[in-house]
């Protein structure tokens, strides 16, 4: 799991954590999110997108359009947590490295076709 340091602005993976608390990392992560210091980074489509972000794109009801084609933002409830499912494939859609948040009516305007309602 990738967790973003909201103090130094730069991401962190669970291991460089367990390199500096090795015996409580899992109570480190923990009290951190809490406090609001640390924030969960989710993987949509191999996009890289904080929790805080994904809530906006989620709410807003719109879609993920990145290089390999078009992802649903859902929320398990279950495991609070975000996942994407590919609702489009279709390979350079967007510039490698790139993502766009876009309606429905935009992507069908992209994809050419009424994909979306």
Not at 28 to 41: C, D, H, S, T, V
Request: proline fraction near 2%; charged fraction near 25%; aromatic fraction near 16%.
């Amino acid at each position: 799991m990738k967790y973003f340091n909201k103090i130094t602005g730069y991401p962190i993976t669970e291991n460089e954590i367990k390199l500096n608390h090795p015996e409580d990392h899992a109570e480190f992560i923990e009290n951190e999110l809490a406090a609001g210091r640390y924030e969960n980074i989710y993987t949509i489509g191999r996009t890289e997108i904080t929790e805080s972000d994904a809530w906006k794109i989620y709410e807003a009801g719109k879609y993920i359009l990145n290089y390999s084609g078009v992802w649903q933002i859902c929320y398990s409830q279950a495991q609070r947590r975000f996942y994407g499912m590919n609702v489009y494939n279709h390979k350079g859609m967007a510039r490698r490295g790139r993502f766009y948040t876009l309606t429905g009516a935009e992507v069908n305007r992209l994809v050419g076709f009424n994909l979306l309602a």
